[in-house]
């Protein structure tokens, strides 16, 4: 193998180089979407049915493929969850102004605990907007600065500060602009909360910068909510968690005397200051706990000459279950798109390795469960490898392929972070294909799917797909696609297996993903971040570990 500044070079250089041949088939790609994706399955919810038949599946399937089980000899890795299901009818009551206001369950707020209790109280806890919820000393910022929000409730702006600006990148504004830092992570947000004490914590929905309109809030974040078994049983969490809306916020605000639309403009500015606001929040939440231990599916190829060293493919295969009905009485969400396209990528690669040249590298094969919670499965794994992260040269996760047919370009979640990105630029390149900037980085898409989890404990992961440029429509028709998925199946009963799709472009992309895969597996090259990366200091921690 040549050297990865090399062969990026060679690659850069000419569009004429031959790639590696996958050999992958539509018609296997077909049959493992619509049979994940099926009704049987019942939307692969993690400690149902429906999930149980879904890890038996991906492991008869690696199996027929002739991979090796990936965990000491056993085909899956136990991951210890627990289901803890708020009843629905509560409400979050805001009392201190002219009136007590009562907020909704479902349509104002959605609320939950982490806390592994059956009744979990938040009594006339004060208010606090606390801006966008960031401590980033590295960057001089504190919203809590100057307030003790222990035992109050905090109120925080998803997203970053400067999330509204045009450009994006580490030039554009103190958190990059337009491309969302993990600091505009909800899960950051509750993270912090967390550490400062705060008794609640409530996300503000924006349907711009979150991403998503609020009935993905209501689909993924009401009924049983699934996290890791943690050994405190999650008593260390902040006591509720829960999304509002921005309407209500304004409505709650108003109560206290303050305006949103004032408040937000504050808030993006460095020595915002917490607003305490003269209400007082209350609800009490009555839930059921159920433990369970859900399973990731892992097979390899054995490595010929590195066997120690380890290669990813990754994608989850996991989804939501049963979930609220639609207007035709539909309440499986499915998530064909995401994610089971996304394991038939992961098992049509293990097949194309396993038929091709042995790699010199272990190249692991894994299906994930509980991302849709929170990317627990790979937390969990990252946490508790089988194979040392120090030797894990990097790898490549899918979260949903492309079914829209070719495109002219591809984009690369979190905008480029990785030697891995600049070697999967240089192999599109190679394919007649461009890289576009990302559509909407405001969106974080690199914080919230399974290669984050590797990526925080310093593993390189690529996480890159086919961009809105389609052969057939251009970008509008493109757009369009994109936009459609995103307002009427994301996260919905109608996110269901179509025999219709095109499935070229989703095998030109894991081409893409198998050139990459091959680069990394056959050779000795170790993969870094880019410098400044957030990552890159754990990685070059373990530099001496692999000397």
Not at 81 to 105: C, E, F, N, Q, R
Not at 229 to 240: E, K
Not at 254 to 279: E, H, R, S
Not at 485 to 507: C, E, F, I, L
């Amino acid at each position: 193998m040549k050297s990865i500044p090399a062969l990026i070079a060679l690659l850069l250089a000419t569009s004429a180089v031959a790639l590696p041949v996958s050999g992958i088939s539509n018609a296997s790609l077909k049959r493992d979407t619509a049979t994940l994706a099926s009704d049987a399955f019942e939307g692969r919810r993690p400690g149902t049915p429906g999930g149980d038949k879904a890890v038996a599946y991906i492991t008869q399937r690696m199996e027929a493929i002739g991979l090796k089980p990936g965990n000491h000899g056993q085909w899956t890795q136990d991951v210890p969850l627990v289901t803890i299901t708020t009843d629905p009818a509560t409400s979050l009551v805001l009392t201190g102004g002219a009136t007590p206001l009562t907020l909704a369950y479902g349509t104002e707020v959605v609320l939950w605990t982490k806390r592994q209790v059956a009744t979990q109280v938040l009594a006339d806890a004060p208010v606090v907007f606390v801006g966008y919820g960031i401590n980033a000393p590295e960057k001089g910022w504190n919203d809590y600065a100057g307030i003790d929000v222990h035992g109050k409730t905090v109120v925080f702006l998803v997203n970053d500060p400067d999330w509204q600006t045009a450009a994006a990148g580490k030039d554009a504004g103190p958190f990059e602009g337009r491309a969302e830092t993990y600091y505009g992570r909800y899960t950051y947000k509750f993270e912090e909360a967390m550490r400062q004490g705060a008794a609640a914590a409530l996300v503000i929905h924006d349907t711009a910068p979150a991403g998503y309109p609020w009935n993905v809030i209501t689909t993924s974040w009401t009924g049983p909510q699934i996290d890791l078994d943690s050994a405190d049983h999650g008593m260390g969490r902040t006591g509720v968690e829960g999304w509002i809306t921005k309407a209500a916020v304004e409505k709650m605000l108003a109560a206290g005397g303050q305006d949103l639309a004032k408040l937000t403009v504050a808030a993006q500015k460095k020595g915002f200051t917490a607003v305490a606001i003269p209400l007082k929040a209350s609800t009490t939440l009555h839930n059921t706990i159920a433990r369970s231990a859900s399973k990731n599916v892992i097979g390899v190829v054995p490595g010929t000459k590195y066997p120690q060293e380890t290669v990813f493919i990754t994608a989850h295969w996991d989804h939501l279950g049963r979930c609220p009905a639609d207007k035709t009485g539909d309440d499986i969400c499915n998530g064909a798109v995401d994610n089971a396209s996304g394991v038939a990528g992961v098992l049509a690669l293990a097949e194309a390795f396993e038929k091709g040249p042995k790699p010199e590298r272990t190249v692991a094969f894994m299906a994930v469960t509980g991302e849709e919670s929170g990317l627990l499965g790979s937390r969990y794994y990252a946490e508790h490898p089988i194979y040392p992260l120090a030797l894990t040269a990097g790898g490549v996760n899918m979260d949903g392929l492309a079914v829209g047919g070719r495109t002219h370009d591809i984009v690369l979640s979190g905008g480029g972070k990785s030697d891995l990105d600049t070697m999967a630029i240089a192999v599109a390149k190679a394919q007649g294909r461009y890289v576009a900037p990302e559509p909407s980085p405001e969106k974080g898409g690199y914080f919230r799917s399974d290669h984050f989890s590797f990526a925080k404990l310093g593993v390189p992961m690529f996480r890159g797909a086919s961009g809105v440029d389609l052969r057939d429509g251009g970008k509008a028709a493109g757009q369009a696609a994109a936009d459609d998925y995103t307002a009427h199946r994301y996260h919905q009963p109608s996110d269901n297996y179509d025999p219709k799709w095109s499935w070229a472009g989703a095998v030109e992309d894991l081409d893409l993903y198998y050139a990459v895969g091959r680069e990394l597996a056959d050779g000795h090259d170790w993969p870094n971040w880019y410098p400044g990366s957030e990552f890159r200091a754990i990685r070059d921690t373990t530099a001496s570990l692999r000397k």
